[in-house]
């Protein structure tokens, strides 16, 4: 914090603080979001990038050096996170993280998680952490011993029909976390329990696919979500403080971003990108 507002009673100058994906939301009760923890819908949210304020000014994004926001929007860092790791944690983390505070993941839940990259290496460890039993599901095999060490109880290779098979009807909950084929959500369906809840995290393009009985026949459940409000975030990070749970990333320095996106687009990222900046002065 460089400097404040009079009525800014939260922080003082030089406290280290992070600013995740939105910079603004009304947070008044009569708010059909905001009341509920889900400022990130608020109809006068403003995000960290791609957006602009009411009054016509372009958030500047996460490129940016410095940054003025509305102190409801900056969170303090715990001292225990290096800031390398809070971004992450204040974007994936919390995107993850959220979902499974609202819907209730706890302790001896069966909970998948669809997609380990950005996303899924967070999801592992937020759902380890809370007490469920993890299973990670992926179609790179060598991804199998990290996530296992991550948290995870066991790995499936969605390309092993015999692996697939064994965890058919058996989770309580499944996140998808990639972008994954509109013809794939009939096979998701078939690894939920009865009243299981499927949860989007990504957003592919086009349409899901798969037939109405799919979801009569065992009443589960299909729900998404975004990123997580102001309490939601606080909790994001009070959580990974306690329970050592960290990105995995790479840091670019701000200069080479356009080699770390095509990094990112090869698909060969490991498993957030950072970007650090030079500051003087």
């Known amino acids: 914090v460089i400097t404040k507002g009079s009525k800014v009673t939260e922080f003082k100058e030089g406290d280290l603080v992070g600013v995740g994906a939105q910079v603004y939301g009304c947070l008044q009760g009569d708010c059909n979001a905001c009341s509920h923890d889900l400022d990130p819908h608020c109809p006068k949210s403003v995000f960290t990038y791609n957006s602009k304020y009411a009054d016509g000014h372009q958030a500047q994004g996460g490129y940016a050096e410095a940054v003025r926001v509305n102190a409801n929007y900056a969170f303090k860092i715990p001292d225990n996170i290096d800031p390398v790791h809070a971004a992450p944690l204040m974007c994936a983390g919390v995107t993850v993280f959220a979902p499974m505070l609202r819907k209730g993941v706890k302790r001896g839940d069966r909970v998948g998680i669809v997609g380990i990259g950005g996303l899924g290496h967070l999801a592992i460890q937020y759902a380890h952490a809370l007490g469920a039993e993890v299973v990670a599901f992926s179609h790179s095999p060598n991804k199998r011993q990290q996530c296992l060490e991550l948290g995870a109880s066991k790995f499936v290779d969605t390309s092993d029909k015999d692996e697939v098979d064994a ?27 009865f009243e299981g809840t499927v949860v989007l995290l990504a957003i592919p393009e086009g349409h899901m696919t798969f037939a109405p009985y799919d979801i009569i ?5 299909i729900t998404g979500s975004m990123i997580g409000g102001v309490n939601v975030l606080k909790k994001t990070l009070e959580f990974a403080s306690q329970n050592n749970i960290r990105p995995i990333i790479e840091k670019y320095p701000i200069g080479q971003v356009n080699e770390a996106l095509q990094h990112m687009d090869k698909g060969q ?12 002065g």
Do not use: C, G, P
């Not at 026949?217 to 459940?221: A, G, I, Y």
């Not at 990108?273 to 003087?280: D, K, P, Q, R, W």
């Open 167 to 193: 965890v058919r009807h058996t989770l309580d909950y499944l996140f998808i976390t990639s972008n994954s084929k509109s013809s794939q959500y009939s096979e998701f369906l078939s690894w939920m329990a």
């Open 217 to 221: 026949s065992t009443e589960v459940s």
């Open 269 to 280: 990222a490991r498993y957030r990108i950072v970007l650090t900046h030079e500051i003087s």
